[in-house]
C-alpha cells in the first residue's frame, strides 16, 4: 500500500511557475513509477508525465513538454512537478500516482495507487 499527498497547488498568473509535491509513505516507494496526471473543468482526467523507478526514463505529454518537468527524491520518498510558463489551459485538478508495473504508464488504468489531488488556476 502506498499513500500519496499532493501539495503545492494554488494561483498564478499566466507565465507563472508551480511547484508540485508529491509525498508517499511506504518503503518501497522506489519500486513504483510516479505520474503526474490532471482534470480540467469539464475535462477527462489525462496524462501528463511520469518518471521512472530510477529516474532513468521521463515522458510528457506534447502539451506540457519544454515547459514541465518530473523528478524523485527516493530518499525523501518525494516526486516533483515543476510547471514554469504556465497556460490558461493548464488550470486542473493534478493528482499524482504511483505504478508497481515495472514500466512507466501513460494511461491512468496503468497506476494503482492516487492522491487526492492538487488545484491548480491560471488567470489570463
Known amino acids: 500500500q502506498v499513500h500519496l499527498v499532493e501539495s503545492g497547488g494554488g494561483f498564478v498568473q499566466a507565465g507563472g511557475s508551480l511547484r508540485l509535491s508529491c509525498a508517499a509513505s511506504?518503503?518501497?516507494?522506489?519500486?513504483?513509477?510516479m505520474g503526474w496526471f490532471r482534470q480540467g473543468p469539464g475535462k477527462e482526467r489525462e496524462f501528463v508525465g511520469v518518471?521512472?523507478?530510477?529516474?532513468?526514463?521521463?515522458y510528457y505529454a506534447d502539451s506540457v513538454k519544454g515547459r514541465f518537468t518530473i523528478s524523485r527524491e527516493n530518499a525523501k520518498n518525494t516526486v516533483i512537478l515543476q510547471m514554469n510558463s504556465l497556460k490558461p489551459e493548464d488550470t486542473a485538478v493534478y493528482y499524482c500516482?504511483?505504478?508497481?508495473?515495472?514500466?512507466?504508464?501513460?494511461?491512468?488504468?496503468?497506476?494503482?495507487?492516487w492522491g487526492q489531488g492538487t488545484q491548480v488556476t491560471v488567470s489570463s
Open positions: 511506504g518503503r518501497t516507494f522506489r519500486s513504483y513509477a
Open positions: 518518471i521512472s523507478k530510477l529516474s532513468s526514463t521521463t
Open positions: 500516482a504511483a505504478s508497481d508495473a515495472g514500466l512507466a504508464p501513460r494511461v491512468s488504468s496503468g497506476y494503482d495507487y
